[in-house]
């Protein structure tokens, strides 16, 4: 009678610890997802951010925009035919 009720306190503590791993182990899940979800949202909006980036630096770096700021801020200007030499080696 002694081993019967050593063996039934046995399987309810086993079947105890086997419910708080599943429930530790679901806890574990939910909080990994919700982590994965924000580092998801993370990386949306920097790609985002990337494309207006790059959107930015084509309009910034266009031929058009760069010879404008060299003719009026830098006063600069193409030079002559007769201004240009060639360096030959």
């Known amino acids: 009678m002694n081993n019967i009720r050593a063996a039934?306190?046995?399987l309810l503590a086993i079947n105890i610890v086997s419910a708080l791993g599943?429930?530790?182990s679901k806890h574990n899940s939910r909080m990994l997802f919700k982590q994965s979800r924000v580092l998801s949202s993370a990386i949306d909006r920097a790609n985002v951010d990337w494309g207006r980036l790059q959107i930015e630096e084509s309009t910034l770096?266009?031929?058009g925009r760069i010879e404008e700021i060299a003719t009026k801020e830098l006063q600069m200007r193409l030079p002559k035919h007769s201004e240009i030499k060639t360096v030959l080696k």
């Open 61 to 63: 770096a266009r031929y």
């Open 22 to 24: 599943v429930i530790y």
């Open 8 to 10: 039934i306190f046995c």
